[in-house]
């Protein structure tokens, strides 16, 4: 049996524009899995899956936040870091329309629209990342430091 080949979507593009060094990840992908999951397909722990998460302040300014697998965002907390009266996620049709990508599949290069990013700075401290490279099923490993570099995210403290 033929192994199945990456996808090349605009996150792939993006990265190979900004010659970043990245690994490809197919797994098969369980809907509702989530990080548990994809963490336990690719034989990584949680932690070092990051979510890539669409959310919009109260003006419906969409924005991502990067987040660790394993863990929450505090939403109250980003808001105050970020000089929002508040934020929530986005429900999954509105996120999809801003990223370009389908939820589950949400890669936060080569978005529709761009967007400020937010990264728990803890994410920076890891060796390599797993991101979603714009498909469902599809991780890359990445490091946070080519994250930082071609994203220049805001780094915040929001885990909970």
């Known amino acids: ?14 990265l ?11 797994y098969d992908y369980e809907e509702k899995g989530g990080t548990r999951v994809s963490a336990r397909e690719l034989g990584v722990e949680e ?5 890539t998460l669409i959310m919009q ?11 660790h697998g394993d863990k929450e965002v505090s939403t109250r907390n980003l808001a105050r870091q970020t ?11 509105t996120a999809d329309k801003h990223s370009g990508y389908q939820v589950g ?5 080569g978005t529709r629209h761009p967007m400020p990013v937010y990264m728990e700075a803890s994410i920076s401290a890891l060796d ?8 469902r099923g599809f991780l890359i490993g990445i ?6 570099r071609v994203l220049s995210p805001t780094l915040v403290e929001v885990a909970v």
């Open 47 to 51: 932690h070092a899956v990051i979510k």
């Open 143 to 148: 490091s946070p430091q080519e994250v930082m």
């Open 83 to 93: 000089g929002a009266k508040h934020i929530d996620p986005c429900d999954p049709a």
């Open 16 to 26: 190979r524009d900004h010659k970043v060094t990245f690994s490809e990840h197919l």
């Open 57 to 67: 302040d109260e003006n419906r300014k969409p924005l991502i936040v990067l987040m």
């Open 1 to 14: 049996m033929a192994k199945a080949k990456a996808p090349v979507t605009q996150a792939i593009r993006m």
């Open 105 to 109: 599949g949400t890669s936060p290069f």
């Open 128 to 135: 390599t990342i797993y991101l979603n490279g714009g498909k």
